[in-house]
């Protein structure tokens, strides 16, 4: 259960990202999964804002590069640029090429 003061979002959040950002604000683990448009981006987003506000720390791991620089995107949008710490590793073929 939670209060609407318990609520620092910066984007808005229906009913199921909320239980999924305050499930994860409570210290359980979970994992967001589903299809292009379903508001993972969003969800992520406000996870780590929220928990930036609680002054926890975050590591945030995507598997695809696009993934990473939406969810940054959204949060330099949101002033909490200044948080994040951007580190990438470039995949380099087996073969080298």
């Avoid at 259960?1 to 239980?19: G, N």
């Avoid at 210290?27 to 292009?36: A, E, H, K, M, N």
């Amino acid at each position: 259960h939670f209060t609407p003061h318990d609520l620092v979002y910066v984007l808005d959040a229906d009913s199921s990202q909320t239980e999924a950002i305050q499930t994860t604000l409570a210290g359980r683990d979970l994992v967001i999964q589903g299809p292009p448009g379903t508001g993972k981006s969003q969800t992520i987003t406000n996870i780590i804002a929220a928990a930036v506000h609680q002054g926890k720390k975050v590591l945030f791991v995507a598997e695809k590069i696009a993934a990473l620089n939406v969810v940054h995107q959204r949060l330099v949008k949101a002033k909490l640029g200044p948080v994040c710490f951007q580190l990438h590793r470039a995949v380099i073929p087996a073969d080298g090429a």
